[in-house]
């Protein structure tokens, strides 16, 4: 079982820049890491990922400004994310999967005023 913690969300004026961290219990070398977000009232979609040879995808209304990273030695997968919009406002969550094993984390507000 692999726990994932949140951190990082907080109010930010559009055009800001924020980082999202989420830190694993366990070694997440062999998972592939995501980050998904959800608006109030929307459907969980994904915003991007990343594989354990560093293969990388993102949704194509971040595309641009976000960036996914991983530190496997730390057990930490990022976000930056820049130039920020209130549409990117979310609760965003982490996921790591292997095999047939998916794990999530709690959540973090991420609130983009304008």
């Known amino acids: 079982q692999v726990q994932l913690v949140e951190s990082g969300g907080g109010l930010v004026q559009a055009g800001g820049s924020l980082r999202l961290s989420c830190v694993a219990s366990g070694s997440i070398f062999r998972l592939t890491m995501y980050w998904y977000r959800q608006a109030p009232g929307k459907q969980r979609d994904m915003v991007a990922s990343?594989?354990?040879?560093?293969?990388?995808n993102y949704a194509d209304s971040v595309k641009g400004r976000f960036t996914i990273s991983r530190d496997n030695a730390k057990n930490t997968v990022y976000l930056q994310m820049n130039n920020l919009k209130p549409e990117d406002t979310a609760v965003y969550y982490c996921?790591?999967?292997?095999?047939?094993?998916?794990?999530w984390g709690q959540g973090t507000q991420v609130t983009v005023s304008s």
């Open positions: 990343i594989t354990s040879d560093l293969s990388t």
């Open positions: 996921r790591a999967t292997y095999l047939a094993n998916n794990y």
